[in-house]
């Protein structure tokens, strides 16, 4: 069901359809199109605690201009999408310590979102790109709805299997401190936090990632919700022996330095699934520095082309 006005906009000189508002079973997911819907499908999927415009409006430009017809979401529990309020704030330690008592839904039900927004928008299959929880999102859609994907690219992610992807000390210590208490603290944390998982090797971009973390402030601060998200993947199990059953063109994404989800997550999902394709960027970590946009737009778009001709 369609919740906001459906008219066209322009985004920076983009066709895009504004925000709007699909009904998934009890969750109302706000979504983004651009482009022309008569072209092949991509669905941006994000990772954790990161809201739609993580996958920024020039970097969908970019995808549009090779001829894409792009889709954007907020997950729940994050930005304009259904957030569990009533679930409460779960014990990250205490589930870590193996109760899941608390536990609000899995990454098995953000697969199940995802495919639920493509019913709403009529999309029968589409090109999946997921980004670090994101591109588990993906796998999972690929997994559990098979004929809904016609290429899958994961981003900085991992396999569920906990003997890879381990995120580094400083990274861990950035993902479990205590939330900001206000605007100004909010967005100083996502810069300080991207200071330690984000490329070594390229420029750090402080106003992009300042004005980002504003806006999402501005659409939604909801730190409870990131930790129902972060419970989902703490108890995700391994999708390994799964991925291994695909038959879809797959492409792994990874950064060698990236300290969040080591870059062996990304080597071990490439090798469970048949035939992908991996790229390791090096003095990429756990972001999508500017200056890889070419170079990551020309391979999910070559993967994609690979796909239409099947």
């Not at 000189?13 to 199109?33: H, K, N, W």
């Not at 861990?172 to 939330?179: I, R, T």
């Not at 989902?232 to 879809?248: E, F, N, Q, S, Y």
Request: glycine share 12%.
């Amino acid at each position: 069901m369609i919740g906001v006005s459906a008219a066209w906009v322009s985004v920076r000189g983009m066709q895009s359809s504004g925000i709007r508002t699909a009904s998934v079973g009890d969750i109302e997911l706000a979504y983004e199109t651009f482009g022309d819907p008569a072209d092949p499908p991509v669905l941006l999927v994000m990772g954790l605690a990161t809201q739609m415009i993580g996958w920024p409006d020039e970097f969908c430009a970019g995808l549009v201009e090779r001829g894409l017809f792009v889709v954007r979401f907020d997950n729940r529990d994050i930005g304009l999408s259904t957030h569990v309020h009533e679930a409460g704030a779960p014990d990250i330690m205490s589930v870590l310590g193996g109760d899941r008592s608390g536990i609000a839904y899995g990454l098995d039900d953000l697969a199940d979102d995802t495919a639920g927004l493509l019913d709403v928008l009529g999309l029968g299959s589409v090109h999946v790109v997921g980004a670090s929880m994101g591109g588990m999102i993906a796998q999972l859609v690929a997994i559990r709805h098979p004929e809904r994907v016609r290429s899958l690219t994961s981003i900085m992610s991992t396999t569920g299997d906990p003997s890879v992807g381990a995120p580094a000390e400083s990274a861990l210590a950035v993902l479990l401190a205590p939330p900001a208490g206000d605007r100004e603290a909010a967005v100083q944390r996502v810069v300080d936090t991207y200071r330690v998982i984000g490329s070594p090797g390229f420029e750090f971009a402080e106003d992009d990632v300042r004005a980002r973390a504003g806006l999402s402030f501005d659409r939604a601060y909801d730190p409870a919700g990131v930790a129902r998200q972060l419970t989902a993947i703490l108890t995700c199990a391994d999708r390994t022996p799964d991925l291994g059953k695909l038959d879809v063109p797959a492409l792994v994404i990874h950064g060698e330095q990236d300290p969040l989800v080591q870059v062996s997550g990304g080597r071990a999902t490439a090798a469970a699934i048949p035939g992908a394709e991996l790229l390791v960027v090096d003095g990429m970590g756990h972001d999508l520095p500017r200056a890889l946009w070419p170079q990551l737009i020309d391979r999910i778009t070559a993967l994609i082309a690979g796909a239409e001709a099947r």
